[in-house]
């Protein structure tokens, strides 16, 4: 083993290493067809219904009739050094 040669494995951790390739080539499969049916349950239909119900959640449409995306906060009445070092 001293002659610069890699050890040789034994059955069983060739065994394991055949496995895991095996497992990993699996995995890639298994992964791919989960996100295709969470796509085709979950995210999918909503896209389509939103589209049928012509909502707009992020409100794109209005930017071509107003030019800003800019909203201002009516939540902050007067800011002040005080309420910046508060977080909430």
Known sequence: MTDG???QLS?????RAGWLEIAAAFAEVQTLILLVVAYLVAIGPIALAMGAA???PLHKRMLRVVGSAWNTADSVASPDLERA???F
């Open 5 to 7: 040669q890699p050890p």
């Open 11 to 15: 059955f069983l951790s060739r065994l």
């Open 54 to 56: 012509r909502q707009d």
């Open 85 to 87: 070092k508060r977080l």
